[in-house]
């Protein structure tokens, strides 16, 4: 009975596949006149690697390997599991695919995935946490858990350390390149992949309303993105003249016409380069940005956003979430800076683009892609059965997000409402291959919220981060000692 389910599943999930490529290339065919093509280039590349048809590198892992059915147990975070781990097939895109990725992986290996959740998010994180601390030999093969966690786990020395276990890939597309970024005492004890449903559906980006910008006789700035030159300061430019007092209370509103909204504002703190936590590059180990020569840049970054976010009418920057989609769905912002879940709120039509966040400058030699806290990091339990085992499915997950669930995520949910041609596919995976996850802001727990003194200076229209950061710097840094010296212990055991 499971297998002829099974069957039925991934059959499913092959017509769902035949139907968005009918519909691909039926919209090819529509945009050829235009553009002149719209599916992916292929890779023609003679570098030795494997890609698949549609030109996505492929994963090493042995084509043979195969487990013989053994089960493999994930703590998972429950809050998460419809985009990680969906129980049936629902006939909702979204999820069904991510249903019939998990199918891919278990036949490829031949595993049996068994997904045991727990509450784990912000604010149920220490449930998750004694869950995960408490278990015995052998309970958890892996663990995916909320953003915040994965450091409190490798602190007290329940991960494995990921450095050599076999089958993982960290150099590949489908890992973020802050995995091997922030190693250090020759440890990773976990993992973010570029393209799992909730690392895209996480990140931040920068909507843009194409109606809007063409009567303000302004170009599509698609075309600067590709060429690496939208910046900052463009933003900026392209953002005036377009504020409307529409409820006539002579302050800026939740009601009122603009020419940038920034609902998620730490994205352009990251979008521009700038970190709370980087590697030193001749000690090998984390040290706060503000303690070093990121500093005075940083303090001259925010006091100028602080005057154009907070003293100009060219842009809002909203206490709150609440009601900011009705920016998107009423067109009343030119640019709309926030996550990529928002997608969600347009209208099915293309009026609205979708970009990277800029950089400060041209001289910043690649984009950089932040995202908010709720997302998947992965880990391997100390104890596991078999960490080769567990280093394979996870490599699998990451690679299969990649190529299987990722575009078709792009082909169904964000394709038919702002992506008009091949730049569309560009500039997504733009977007989700410069994913950069800040050491520190994973350690917020143990650190503080450092971002925090960044978004509470655009709320209060003042520069807080030298202030705050002369007030509790010193024992941040005293925080950030004890982290690494328990880090350096949990590697040694």
Same mark, same amino acid.
């Given at each position: 009975?499971? $297998?002829?389910?099974?069957?039925?599943?991934?059959?499913?999930?092959?017509?769902?596949?035949?139907?968005?490529?009918?519909?691909?290339?039926?919209?090819?065919?529509?945009?050829?006149?235009?553009?002149?093509? %719209?599916?992916?280039?292929?890779?023609?590349?003679?570098?030795?690697?494997?890609?698949?048809?549609?030109?996505?590198?492929?994963?090493?892992?042995?084509?043979?390997?195969?487990?013989?059915?053994?089960?493999?147990?994930?703590?998972?975070?429950?809050?998460?599991?419809?985009?990680?781990?969906?129980?049936?097939?629902?006939?909702?895109?979204?999820?069904?695919?991510?249903? $019939?990725?998990?199918?891919?992986?278990?036949?490829?290996?031949?595993?049996? =995935? $068994?997904?045991?959740?727990?509450?784990?998010?912000?604010?149920? #994180?220490?449930?998750?946490?004694?869950?995960?601390?408490?278990?015995?030999?052998?309970?958890?093969? =892996?663990?995916? /858990? %909320?953003?915040?966690?994965?450091?409190?786990?490798?602190?007290?020395?329940?991960?494995?350390?990921?450095?050599?276990? @076999?089958? =993982?890939?960290?150099?590949?597309?489908?890992?973020?390149?802050?995995?091997?970024?922030?190693?250090?005492?020759?440890?990773?004890?976990?993992?973010?992949?570029?393209?799992?449903?909730?690392?895209?559906?996480? #990140? +931040?980006?920068?909507?843009?309303?194409?109606?809007?910008?063409?009567?303000?006789?302004?170009?599509?700035?698609?075309?600067?993105?590709?060429?690496?030159?939208?910046?900052?300061?463009?933003?900026?430019?392209?953002?005036?003249?377009?504020?409307?007092?529409?409820?006539?209370?002579?302050?800026?509103?939740?009601?009122?016409?603009?020419?940038?909204?920034?609902?998620?504002?730490?994205?352009? +703190?990251?979008?521009?380069?700038?970190?709370?936590?980087?590697?030193?590059?001749?000690?090998?180990?984390?040290? +706060?940005?503000?303690?070093?020569?990121?500093?005075?840049?940083?303090?001259? +970054?925010?006091?100028?956003?602080?005057?154009?976010?907070?003293?100009?009418?060219?842009?809002?920057?909203?206490?709150?979430?609440?009601?900011?989609?009705?920016?998107?769905? @009423?067109?009343?912002?030119?640019?709309?800076?926030?996550?990529?879940?928002?997608?969600?709120?347009?209208?099915?039509?293309?009026?609205?683009?979708?970009?990277?966040?800029?950089?400060?400058?041209?001289?910043?030699?690649?984009?950089?892609?932040?995202?908010?806290? /709720?997302?998947?990091?992965?880990?391997?339990?100390?104890?596991?059965?078999?960490?080769?085992?567990?280093?394979?499915?996870?490599?699998?997950?990451?690679? @299969?997000?990649?190529?299987?669930?990722?575009?078709?995520?792009?082909?169904?949910?964000?394709?038919?409402?702002?992506?008009?041609?091949? $730049?569309?596919?560009?500039?997504?995976? =733009?977007?989700?291959?410069?994913?950069?996850?800040?050491?520190?802001?994973?350690?917020?727990?143990?650190?503080?919220?450092?971002?925090?003194?960044?978004?509470?200076?655009?709320?209060?229209?003042?520069?807080?981060? #030298?202030?705050?950061? /002369?007030?509790?710097?010193?024992? #941040?840094?005293?925080?950030?000692?004890?982290?690494?010296?328990?880090?350096?212990?949990?590697?040694?055991?």
């Amino acid at each position: 009975m499971k $297998n002829k389910k099974r069957i039925l599943s991934l059959l499913l999930g092959v017509i769902m596949l035949l139907a968005v490529l009918l519909n691909t290339v039926g919209c090819a065919a529509e945009e050829e006149e235009e553009t002149g093509e %719209y599916s992916r280039e292929i890779s023609t590349a003679d570098d030795g690697l494997r890609y698949d048809e549609k030109g996505y590198l492929m994963d090493d892992i042995p084509e043979d390997l195969n487990y013989d059915g053994k089960e493999v147990n994930i703590l998972a975070c429950k809050e998460m599991s419809a985009t990680v781990c969906p129980e049936e097939i629902q006939n909702v895109v979204l999820f069904d695919t991510v249903y $019939n990725r998990n199918l891919i992986i278990q036949d490829r290996l031949g595993v049996k =995935l $068994n997904w045991v959740l727990v509450e784990g998010v912000s604010s149920t #994180m220490d449930t998750f946490i004694q869950a995960a601390s408490n278990a015995g030999e052998g309970d958890y093969d =892996l663990i995916c /858990a %909320y953003s915040l966690v994965p450091t409190v786990l490798a602190m007290n020395g329940y991960l494995e350390n990921l450095n050599n276990v @076999e089958h =993982l890939a960290f150099d590949k597309p489908w890992w973020s390149k802050s995995v091997l970024e922030n190693r250090f005492h020759d440890t990773i004890f976990f993992s973010e992949t570029t393209s799992s449903t909730p690392v895209l559906r996480q #990140m +931040f980006v920068t909507y843009y309303n194409r109606q809007m910008l063409a009567e303000h006789k302004i170009e599509d700035p698609e075309q600067l993105v590709i060429d690496g030159d939208w910046t900052i300061e463009l933003m900026k430019k392209y953002s005036k003249n377009f504020y409307q007092d529409i409820d006539g209370n002579q302050r800026k509103s939740l009601k009122d016409v603009y020419g940038m909204v920034v609902v998620m504002s730490e994205s352009f +703190f990251y979008g521009c380069g700038f970190n709370v936590v980087r590697v030193n590059q001749n000690t090998g180990l984390p040290e +706060f940005c503000a303690a070093g020569d990121d500093y005075m840049p940083m303090a001259y +970054f925010v006091s100028d956003m602080v005057s154009w976010l907070c003293q100009t009418n060219d842009a809002y920057c909203p206490s709150t979430a609440a009601g900011c989609t009705d920016f998107l769905t @009423e067109n009343r912002t030119a640019f709309y800076v926030s996550q990529l879940t928002e997608v969600d709120q347009m209208p099915d039509v293309k009026n609205w683009g979708a970009l990277p966040m800029p950089k400060l400058n041209t001289d910043q030699e690649n984009y950089v892609t932040a995202s908010g806290s /709720a997302f998947d990091v992965w880990c391997i339990r100390k104890g596991a059965q078999d960490t080769a085992m567990s280093g394979a499915v996870l490599e699998c997950y990451a690679s @299969e997000s990649y190529r299987y669930s990722a575009p078709l995520y792009y082909e169904e949910s964000l394709s038919p409402r702002y992506s008009n041609n091949m $730049n569309g596919i560009k500039i997504f995976e =733009l977007i989700r291959n410069n994913l950069e996850v800040d050491f520190g802001r994973l350690s917020m727990k143990q650190l503080g919220n450092f971002h925090e003194f960044v978004k509470n200076s655009y709320m209060s229209g003042n520069n807080l981060l #030298m202030q705050e950061w /002369a007030t509790n710097g010193k024992s #941040m840094q005293r925080k950030l000692t004890s982290l690494l010296e328990a880090y350096e212990a949990a590697g040694k055991k």
